[in-house]
């Protein structure tokens, strides 16, 4: 970690550099790998930001001015957020590291036009988007400016929303450290933002929203964008909203940024042809496949090309509960506005206006916050509020965002709410459709008749529908789909999140602590699953995720990491850190955590999974009780499944991705061969089939975990070849239970068929 540079290069990042270039730098790095169009950067690391806060001796004095601090004491909330920025910015970057980030902004060009933006260390994660938390600081051109935007970015980490955001999230002030992004900006004529999935249910709709000018003015929800939805099931757009975009952001000069009117001629005009909904669809689809889980996405577009220029997770998906109907209103109450609904539920306030930001202040817990737009500062008001009402600003706005990241009912892009409405009214909104009432409207009882006639029947399927989970802040939703287990529970993101390997615990001598995190995470997961399987996969990360985190400075630099020093190979070469692991195991099973089992990854051979079994029972582990089985996800193993069988597994999983890469020899994120990766390859597919056979003759279950086993067609596929389980991605249970359901009953009238057609030639 102490040996990690100033600066690095966009080509150089990758999603496990998280702890040296924060979320966005690392989202950025990871697309760029997989050939989205990324306009260049460089990143001023985290590790610089930790050597300029301790070479000037700025670190004691500015975290003994947080400490103690009541955050919901705004007085002294501001007052201590601008005595750590001012201290920020009152001493110099340090000579050479300010040489080190001129030099970087000379390479891409002496007078280019960047962006420089915030990229903390805790932002951007599955769990918390942080949005908007840091400054980003837009048109900047020049050496000096750059250094200057880059120290103004690291104080904004001791910003009042960002200290206020981190507390209400558990984060500790001294535990995020901040990277800055500095990227050639795109002029963009049209921007905006897209969600890969349906931000609220999960479904495959992209959501794209867009406006003129740079995309600030939708994310800041300045402008009520167009919004776009395609249906990524039937290929084609499904809805369309042309809105009257009435303000767009264009740079000023030779630093910052103005907020213009839009000409009469473009207010109305369509923003985006039928081409490029599809291109942003497909792009977003491409992330979402490769990060495996929906992505929030901003985007721009210059003539003929486009621009990715942001990428993070959506954390605003709710879990459904399937036929529950929406609520009805009954009562007097009557319609008095209308706008886009962008957080569903439905709440009643007094409606308190917010013109500026010192006016949050008088927002009381249960109002209706009512504002043209919502940013960041008004956090800590839009916490207290039952519901928020925005004149302008779409679904991918801030307010939206953050609505839904609270569970808060909103309504966006009502034009005149502010005018309309007045101080201490009483309103109800509808955060589904996108209404407000006048006064109070209850929901109507639903009778058990219209229940009955509603409600839907749940899906049962003889295939054991599973659920891919890799955080415990997601094990509620998970559970809540009504899967049937887990079928890869991924421990990487527990320890990535910790911030320093396996190695440098077992070095610190801090191995309980370790063992503790690992477990207690794994528990939250298990407790949402009692009773049902649940497959932990063990460690796999590949050198590179490793070598930026504490205690990874001796990791080893690959060529291809994926091919490396990886899942199985490197337990057993290091057992001190493979028994980290089993330890924590091993308390859940003594806790009767019977329904744990431990899934080995990257096997190519049985003699490893025998090694590691015998390495459990040297630990203690009773082998012969506890539920061991395999990842299949090297073509080897597919082949040699009947010595897996005979070693001893009670289940295989296969890992598509890997499985596909290593069949074909085609790197997927490898922009000159991607095309050449093909899920269902015949190679692949007979891997497949004949490693299913094997099983289900052996009585050993088979499953799927990959992303093809969150595809519909490739469950349907799976389901005929006689698979017995499938783990699929949360967003994706409802479709593949469908597929698999649909699937099983069409083969059980061909049997019926075939049987009677029999019947019918004996009788004759």
Same mark, same amino acid.
Request: aromatic share 6%; glycine share 10%.
């Given at each position: 970690?102490?040996?990690?540079? +100033?600066i690095?290069?966009?080509?150089?990042?990758?999603?496990?550099?998280?702890?040296?270039?924060?979320?966005?730098?690392?989202?950025?790095? $990871?697309?760029?790998?997989i050939?989205l169009p990324?306009?260049?950067? *460089?990143?001023?690391?985290?590790?610089?930001?930790?050597?300029?806060?301790?070479?000037?001796?700025?670190?004691?004095?500015?975290?003994?001015?947080?400490?103690?601090?009541?955050?919901?004491?705004?007085?002294?909330?501001?007052?201590?957020?601008?005595?750590?920025?001012?201290?920020?910015? @009152?001493?110099? #970057?340090?000579?050479?590291?300010?040489?080190?980030?001129?030099?970087?902004?000379?390479?891409?060009?002496?007078?280019?036009?960047?962006a420089?933006?915030?990229?903390?260390?805790?932002?951007?994660?599955?769990?918390?988007?942080?949005?908007?938390?840091?400054?980003?600081?837009?048109?900047?051109?020049?050496?000096?400016?750059?250094?200057?935007?880059?120290?103004?970015?690291w104080?904004?980490l001791?910003?009042?929303?960002?200290?206020?955001?981190?507390?209400?999230?558990?984060?500790?002030?001294?535990?995020?450290?901040?990277?800055?992004?500095?990227?050639?900006?795109?002029?963009?004529?049209?921007?905006?933002?897209?969600?890969?999935?349906?931000?609220?249910?999960?479904?495959?709709?992209?959501?794209?929203?867009?406006?003129?000018?740079?995309?600030? =003015?939708?994310? @800041?929800?300045?402008?009520?964008?167009?919004?776009?939805?395609?249906?990524?099931r039937?290929?084609?757009?499904?809805?369309?909203?042309?809105?009257?975009? %009435?303000t767009?952001?264009?740079p000023?000069?030779?630093?910052?940024?103005?907020?213009?009117?839009?000409p009469?001629?473009?207010?109305?005009?369509?923003?985006?042809?039928?081409?490029?909904?599809?291109?942003?669809?497909?792009?977003?689809?491409?992330?979402e496949?490769?990060?495996?889980?929906? !992505?929030?996405? $901003?985007?721009?577009?210059?003539?003929?090309?486009? *621009?990715i220029?942001?990428?993070?997770?959506?954390?605003?998906i709710?879990? !459904?509960t399937?036929?529950?109907?929406?609520? @009805?209103?009954?009562?007097?109450g009557?319609?008095?506005?209308?706008? !886009?609904?962008?957080?569903?539920g439905?709440?009643?306030?007094?409606?308190?206006?917010?013109?500026?930001?010192?006016?949050?202040?008088?927002?009381?817990?249960?109002?209706?916050?009512?504002?043209?737009?919502?940013?960041?500062?008004?956090?800590?008001?839009?916490?207290?509020?039952?519901?928020?009402?925005?004149?302008?600003?779409?679904?991918?706005c801030?307010?939206a965002?953050?609505?839904?990241?609270?569970?808060?009912?909103?309504?966006?892009?009502?034009?005149?709410?502010?005018?309309?409405?007045?101080?201490?009214?009483?309103?109800?909104?509808?955060?589904?459709? /996108?209404?407000i009432?006048?006064?109070?409207?209850?929901?109507?009882e639903?009778?058990?008749?219209?229940?009955?006639?509603?409600?839907? =029947?749940?899906?049962?399927? @003889?295939?054991?529908?599973?659920?891919?989970?890799?955080?415990?802040?997601?094990?509620?939703?998970?559970?809540a789909?009504? =899967?049937?287990?887990?079928?890869?529970?991924?421990i990487?993101?527990?320890?990535?999140?910790?911030?320093?390997?396996?190695?440098?615990?077992i070095?610190? !001598?801090?191995?309980d602590?370790?063992?503790?995190?690992?477990?207690?995470?794994?528990?939250?997961?298990?407790?949402?699953?009692?009773?049902?399987?649940?497959?932990?996969?063990?460690?796999?990360?590949?050198?590179? $995720?490793?070598?930026?985190?504490?205690?990874?400075?001796?990791?080893?630099?690959?060529?291809?990491?994926?091919?490396g020093?990886?899942?199985?190979?490197?337990?057993?070469s290091?057992?001190?850190?493979?028994?980290?692991? #089993?330890?924590?195991?091993?308390?859940?099973?003594?806790?009767?955590?019977? +329904?744990?089992?431990?899934?080995?990854?990257?096997?190519?051979?049985?003699?490893?999974?025998?090694?590691?079994?015998?390495?459990?029972?040297?630990?203690?582990?009773?082998?012969?009780?506890?539920?061991?089985?395999?990842?299949?996800?090297?073509?080897?193993?597919?082949?040699? #499944?009947d010595?897996?069988?005979?070693?001893?597994?009670?289940?295989?999983?296969?890992?598509?991705?890997?499985?596909?890469?290593?069949?074909?020899?085609v790197?997927? +994120? +490898?922009?000159?061969?991607?095309?050449m990766? $093909?899920p269902?390859?015949?190679?692949?597919?007979?891997?497949?089939d004949?490693?299913? /056979?094997?099983?289900?003759?052996?009585?050993?279950?088979?499953?799927?975990?990959?992303?093809?086993?969150?595809?519909?067609?490739?469950?349907s596929?799976?389901?005929?070849?006689?698979?017995?389980?499938?783990?699929?991605?949360?967003?994706?249970?409802?479709?593949?239970? %469908?597929?698999?359901?649909?699937?099983?009953?069409?083969? #059980?009238?061909?049997?019926?068929?075939?049987?009677?057609?029999?019947?019918?030639?004996?009788?004759?």
């Amino acid at each position: 970690m102490k040996d990690a540079p +100033n600066i690095l290069w966009l080509e150089e990042i990758r999603k496990g550099d998280l702890p040296s270039v924060g979320g966005k730098g690392a989202s950025l790095g $990871e697309m760029a790998s997989i050939g989205l169009p990324v306009p260049q950067a *460089y990143v001023v690391t985290a590790q610089a930001f930790r050597r300029f806060l301790v070479d000037t001796g700025l670190e004691d004095s500015l975290y003994s001015i947080l400490e103690g601090l009541d955050v919901d004491d705004n007085t002294a909330l501001e007052a201590a957020a601008s005595k750590a920025k001012d201290l920020i910015m @009152s001493v110099p #970057i340090p000579d050479g590291m300010a040489a080190e980030i001129r030099s970087a902004y000379d390479r891409i060009g002496k007078d280019t036009v960047v962006a420089v933006r915030s990229s903390a260390t805790a932002e951007d994660l599955p769990d918390a988007s942080f949005a908007g938390q840091q400054e980003t600081f837009l048109n900047i051109q020049g050496g000096d400016d750059v250094i200057e935007a880059v120290q103004m970015c690291w104080a904004s980490l001791y910003g009042a929303r960002a200290v206020y955001y981190r507390s209400k999230q558990g984060f500790d002030d001294r535990s995020v450290n901040i990277a800055v992004v500095v990227q050639e900006l795109i002029f963009s004529e049209k921007a905006g933002v897209l969600f890969t999935s349906h931000p609220v249910t999960g479904e495959p709709l992209t959501i794209i929203e867009g406006s003129w000018g740079l995309g600030e =003015a939708v994310v @800041s929800g300045s402008v009520s964008p167009d919004n776009y939805v395609f249906d990524q099931r039937k290929q084609r757009v499904v809805d369309r909203i042309i809105a009257s975009k %009435e303000t767009e952001i264009i740079p000023d000069g030779r630093k910052g940024t103005i907020e213009v009117a839009v000409p009469d001629e473009r207010k109305n005009a369509v923003v985006l042809s039928e081409a490029e909904i599809g291109r942003l669809a497909a792009l977003g689809k491409l992330s979402e496949d490769h990060y495996d889980t929906p !992505q929030d996405i $901003e985007w721009g577009i210059v003539g003929d090309d486009l *621009y990715i220029l942001q990428s993070r997770p959506v954390t605003t998906i709710k879990a !459904q509960t399937g036929g529950k109907p929406k609520e @009805s209103f009954t009562g007097s109450g009557s319609i008095i506005l209308e706008g !886009q609904g962008a957080s569903p539920g439905i709440a009643t306030g007094r409606v308190a206006i917010i013109k500026h930001i010192k006016d949050q202040g008088s927002v009381k817990e249960g109002d209706i916050l009512v504002a043209k737009m919502t940013n960041p500062d008004m956090v800590p008001a839009m916490r207290r509020v039952s519901g928020i009402i925005t004149d302008e600003g779409g679904m991918t706005c801030h307010a939206a965002i953050v609505s839904r990241e609270l569970g808060t009912p909103a309504v966006v892009g009502t034009k005149k709410a502010t005018s309309l409405l007045k101080d201490g009214q009483i309103v109800t909104i509808d955060g589904d459709r /996108g209404i407000i009432y006048e006064g109070e409207v209850k929901a109507a009882e639903e009778t058990p008749a219209a229940s009955a006639q509603t409600a839907a =029947a749940p899906l049962i399927t @003889s295939t054991l529908i599973k659920v891919n989970v890799s955080l415990p802040e997601a094990a509620q939703r998970a559970a809540a789909t009504g =899967a049937d287990g887990v079928g890869l529970l991924r421990i990487e993101h527990l320890i990535l999140g910790m911030n320093k390997t396996p190695q440098w615990f077992i070095t610190h !001598q801090k191995e309980d602590e370790f063992i503790s995190e690992l477990y207690d995470g794994i528990k939250i997961i298990l407790d949402a699953f009692p009773g049902k399987p649940v497959w932990v996969r063990t460690l796999d990360a590949p050198t590179d $995720e490793f070598r930026n985190m504490e205690g990874g400075e001796d990791e080893p630099v690959e060529h291809n990491p994926m091919l490396g020093w990886r899942g199985i190979r490197r337990d057993l070469s290091t057992p001190e850190q493979f028994r980290l692991q #089993i330890e924590a195991f091993k308390r859940l099973w003594k806790e009767g955590y019977e +329904n744990l089992g431990l899934m080995f990854p990257l096997v190519s051979h049985p003699r490893e999974f025998i090694q590691a079994k015998a390495l459990l029972r040297d630990w203690g582990v009773d082998v012969d009780v506890v539920t061991l089985g395999i990842m299949v996800e090297v073509p080897s193993s597919a082949i040699m #499944i009947d010595d897996f069988i005979k070693a001893g597994i009670k289940f295989a999983s296969f890992g598509t991705n890997d499985l596909i890469q290593y069949t074909l020899a085609v790197d997927r +994120n +490898n922009e000159h061969v991607a095309s050449m990766y $093909e899920p269902t390859h015949p190679a692949v597919l007979k891997l497949i089939d004949y490693a299913i /056979g094997r099983c289900r003759a052996a009585g050993v279950e088979c499953s799927i975990c990959g992303q093809a086993g969150s595809d519909p067609k490739m469950v349907s596929w799976l389901v005929e070849h006689g698979i017995l389980s499938v783990s699929a991605n949360i967003d994706a249970i409802a479709k593949i239970r %469908e597929a698999a359901a649909r699937t099983e009953q069409r083969m #059980i009238l061909n049997m019926a068929y075939s049987k009677g057609s029999n019947e019918g030639e004996r009788l004759f």
